[in-house]
């Protein structure tokens, strides 16, 4: 099975609400655009725009606004340090594209600020979602296009398309959670699925979960213990972005590269869903 998915962003569109237009509006009250972007990234059941949620967690578990500051600068550096390194090289299909008259290759992400971010430019972002808040522009995901796919088959399918399975899903596990603080999802994720698979985070290689904002993966660090070494160790969404439909397949084919990379075993990756869920697969490195 081939799957993944994609996201374009930044051609989210304005919309007119279906009801108003086709059945007419009061006279003088002509009918509101809404930002499409803007209101897929708002609870529905409770209103609550996403990074309200993030604010929640800082506010539960005591994140600083320069806790946010200094791991978002984080992110930006890792990212910069693993693409200087190439880590990244074996993961992304390089697209063509028309540019003016020319057409140019894209073999690289464009959206991360790299060794331009600094703390002290970083500080002086207002904050988005809330007056004296921990959330802005430069410690949340970035809003970005793209795309990721990878194949998923069982065993007996390998053999007999004479494929090499690069990891295998050992187990994976899906939870619900409180929409006001959804961010906290992969916590009770990673913890289901470890157990599904008898197993301890210490037994864990390599960990990604999806930085939505700064100040959620905060809260999921401090909840789990997490070890920052092997957790998001070349970046993660706040640099790269968060396209959302294609996050999920890029944080999955990214964990395989690097067990292979780096000749290690098991790997997580997790992520928060907004409405309220966190998911998480386990995987192992093939044998060959």
């Not at 978002?72 to 390089?94: H, K, M, N, T, W």
């Not at 809003?143 to 990721?148: E, T």
Request: hydrophobic share 40%; with cysteine; proline share 5%.
């Amino acid at each position: 099975t081939l799957c993944g998915g994609s996201e374009n962003m930044s051609a989210a569109p304005l919309q007119y609400d279906g009801n108003a237009v086709r059945w007419g509006t009061p006279l003088g009250k002509p009918p509101q655009l809404v930002d499409a972007l803007w209101s897929g990234l708002t609870d529905s059941l409770s209103g609550t725009p996403m990074g309200v949620t993030a604010e929640n967690l800082a506010d539960q578990y005591g994140i600083t606004r320069e806790e946010c500051d200094e791991y978002a600068v984080r992110s930006q550096l890792a990212y910069a340090d693993a693409a200087d390194a190439g880590v990244f090289e074996a993961e992304i299909a390089p697209v063509e594209v028309k540019v003016k008259r020319a057409m140019e290759t894209v073999s690289a992400d464009e959206h991360p600020r790299g060794r331009k971010a600094d703390i002290a430019a970083m500080a002086k972002l207002p904050p988005v979602f809330k007056k004296d808040g921990r959330v802005t522009a430069g410690s949340a995901s970035g809003i970005c296009d793209g795309a990721a796919s990878l194949v998923v088959a069982s065993e007996e399918a390998c053999a007999a398309q004479g494929m090499a399975p690069l990891a295998r899903v050992v187990a994976w596990n899906r939870v619900g959670c409180d929409p006001l603080t959804m961010g906290i999802g992969p916590v009770e994720a990673i913890r289901g699925v470890l157990a599904a698979a008898g197993m301890t985070l210490d037994q864990i290689d390599i960990v990604e979960i999806n930085e939505a904002f700064a100040a959620q993966y905060l809260a999921c660090e401090k909840e789990l213990g997490l070890n920052r070494e092997i957790t998001n160790a070349n970046g993660g969404a706040i640099a790269i972005g968060h396209p959302l439909g294609a996050s999920g397949a890029r944080i999955t084919a990214h964990l395989t590269h690097e067990l292979i990379r780096q000749n290690k075993k098991y790997a997580i990756g997790s992520a928060c869903i907004g409405g309220g869920q966190g998911i998480a697969p386990l995987l192992e490195k093939a044998a060959h």
